[in-house]
């Protein structure tokens, strides 16, 4: 396992070298620059000379490239130069609303979605079945713009329980966390119904039944743990996407996280906001990944010894 997490940790740095050149290059061959933008009219070309001698843009890329990478490794990502703020505590901010958004969609999908998986296997073919799968269905093809404002209007605008939009308290949670949640609770459900049903059938399961285990026993601890390796992937990959930014979710309820914080950035062109935010979405991609790779040889010994043999 050592071997393992090691090879990985080089692996990591390689991909994060390979995307802060690519997001440089990218940033910096797109017509226009950082000062025009920011002078917008202004035509005086000593203006703005004097302004990219102040922010470094008249060095040589590969110089601006390297000054990148000598602050990256103390999380020094320059200062934004529109909002006139260090971008690392931008990202901190947007970080704070982005991942406490993450961890309570995933929350509310493993909970909604296993509950609803598990009944709809142990009924296989029955009425809950059948409605179970039916409102999953429902949920992975309904837009989830479409949702939040269905769930604005009924729960925000016509009940007025819930705020539209906004962060004033806990409770501006409640609407996006929703609105993603159920949309993950249907693919989670139907994973779960297909997972289980297949580890019902092994024989390891109707020898637990025949020791005389409690049927809620063997359905939580030896079948749903068995059926969790496809279940963490999809919730892995979610959770990756939601904390690279759910723009859409984060735009349709006024939030400020990591998505809008990148599409502002993109629409000014802010380049240190860009280089680091798109860094952040690296690391997030990499540890994630790294952290479910380790989940499963937790879950499944058999993937473990797999792990330290290579």
């Known amino acids: 396992m050592k071997k393992y997490i090691r090879s990985r ?38 203006a703005i000379d004097r302004i990219n001698a102040q922010l470094g843009l008249d060095k040589p890329y590969f110089v601006q490239y390297f000054l990148f990478l000598r602050n990256l490794v103390f999380f020094d990502f320059g200062t934004s130069y529109f909002k006139y703020k260090p971008v690392m505590q931008l990202i901190i901010e947007g970080f704070r609303v982005t991942g406490t958004l993450a961890v309570t969609i995933i929350l509310f999908a493993l909970v909604v979605g296993l509950a609803m998986g598990i009944m709809a296997a142990l009924n296989r073919g029955k009425f809950w079945d059948q409605l179970i799968m039916g409102l999953s269905t429902l949920g992975m093809a309904l837009p989830s713009f479409l949702l939040a404002i269905l769930l604005q209007y009924i729960f925000g605008l016509k009940m007025q329980l819930l705020p539209l939009s906004g962060l004033t308290s806990w409770q501006g949670y409640v609407l996006p966390s929703v609105t993603m949640g159920m949309i993950c609770a249907a693919e989670v459900a139907r994973l779960t119904r297909t997972s289980m049903l297949d580890v019902l059938g092994q024989d390891y399961m109707r020898t637990a039944t025949a020791k005389g285990i409690s049927r809620q026993r063997i359905i939580l601890v030896h079948g749903l743990k068995n059926a969790l390796i496809p279940i963490l992937t999809f919730l892995g990959n979610s959770f990756k996407a939601i904390l690279g930014g759910a723009v859409l979710v984060e735009t349709v309820f006024g939030l400020n996280g990591i998505g809008r914080l ?26 994630v990944n790294l952290g479910i790779d380790l989940f499963y040889g937790l879950i499944d010994p058999r993937i473990r010894l797999a792990k330290d043999n290579d």
């Open 262 to 287: 990148l599409v502002d950035a993109i629409m000014q062109r802010d380049t240190p906001i860009i280089q680091g935010v798109t860094v952040y979405i690296a690391m997030i991609f990499v540890l």
């Open 9 to 46: 940790l080089i692996q990591t740095l390689v991909v994060l070298i390979g995307v802060t050149l690519l997001t440089f290059i990218m940033v910096n061959v797109a017509p226009g620059d950082a000062a025009t933008v920011m002078t917008e009219k202004i035509t005086d070309q000593a």
